[in-house]
């Protein structure tokens, strides 16, 4: 090889590495431009944080929320708060100002009604939600204006409203207690009958245990009788002679009824007797042993129902003397005016 052929080599390879050099560098000089605009993504980098509404914003939020009767309501998105971080910014601000001012009443009212509500609820858990809500529509109005007189008086309500709420709610606490305390004493008076039960060596009854029959005892031993006492040999009674002999009775009749002893004549109805009207009543009863009138009823009447009543209450009041055993018979009692 000749020594032009050699430094022709040298020349292109050294043609070959400038190029490549060269070609390199373009490269890295090209990257960043096509990446541009794409934010370069750094180890431990946040995401920027999201810009703040300027004031033309919160006065378009705040206008809209008050057209949209978004007054106080929902927490961070109604015209209140809105008007509020207007008023950080802009102290004087007239319009603004006198936003809150127009505003103030219309929470007012809201936090009224969430108390009466709250006292008016009866489930806990709904009325400590309509408190929750007064209590942060109230912190609005003391940031509005801590100074409004119409405050205090507010703020006097909301603490009656959570004493009333305390107060119930210890009361119901003292109910739990009393009857966890009934309960503990009622299980200490059992478990004390019990262990005296055991102590003297009786079971309690059950119920089961009061339907099982009685056990049969397995072996019983019987005993002699003793002799029966000798008969008491009684002492002749004396019989009355002929002369000391009480009189015999009269003999009743088979079947007759006793003797009377007393008898009663019954009472002449006023509406009858006003009217002359007459007639009788055949009323059969009943003699007892013991010589009164028990069973008393109308066999017969003409007219009817007008001395029934009359008949069987003069019946009831006579006296017999007393039978051997209940008798019947019939009585038949007339009614005539002027007798």
């Known amino acids: ?20 050099v060269a070609l390199a560098a373009c490269s890295k000089k090209e990257e960043p431009a096509t990446t541009a605009g794409a934010p370069t993504a750094t180890p ?33 998105d109604n015209a209140i708060e809105y008007y509020l971080a207007l008023r950080e910014r802009q102290p004087n601000d007239t319009l603004v100002n006198n936003a809150l001012t127009d505003l103030f009443p219309y929470a007012m009212t809201a936090t009224e ?10 489930d806990p858990a709904q009325a400590q939600t309509y408190r929750t809500e007064a209590a942060r529509i109230f912190a609005l109005l003391e940031r509005v204006d801590k100074n409004a007189p119409s405050l205090p008086r507010l703020r006097d309500t909301m603490q009656k409203v959570a004493s009333a709420e305390l107060k119930t709610q210890q009361d119901e606490a003292k109910k739990a207690q009393d009857l966890l305390t009934k309960q503990t004493e009622a299980a200490k008076t059992a478990a004390a009958a019990a262990a005296a039960q055991r102590a003297t060596g009786t079971q309690p009854t059950t119920a089961s245990q009061a339907n099982q029959p009685e056990p049969v005892p397995q072996q019983t031993v019987s005993r002699p009788a003793p002799p029966p006492p000798a008969p008491v040999q009684a002492r002749p009674q004396p019989q009355p002679t002929e002369a000391e002999a009480p009189p015999p ?53 003409n007219p009817r129902n007008v001395f029934d009543r009359a008949a069987v209450a003069a019946i009831k009041k006579w006296r017999f003397e007393a039978p051997a055993e209940p008798v019947t018979g019939r009585r038949t009692f007339s009614f005539t005016p002027g007798q």
């Open 1 to 20: 090889m000749t020594q032009q052929s050699v430094f022709w080599r040298r020349t292109a390879l050294t043609l070959a590495i400038v190029a490549g």
């Open 44 to 76: 431990g980098a946040s995401a920027p944080a999201a810009p703040v509404s300027t004031d033309a914003e919160l006065r378009t939020k705040a206008q809209t929320a008050e057209r949209e009767q978004r007054l106080y309501a929902p927490a961070g």
């Open 113 to 122: 009604q969430n108390l009466q509500k709250a006292g008016a609820a009866t």
């Open 249 to 301: 009775k009269p003999a009743r009749p088979a079947g007759g009824l006793p003797n009377v002893i007393s008898s009663a004549q019954p009472d002449y109805p006023r509406e009858a007797l006003r009217d002359g009207v007459s007639g009788e009543v055949t009323v059969a009863f009943t003699v007892n042993a013991d010589g009164s009138v028990g069973a008393a009823n109308v066999v017969s009447s």
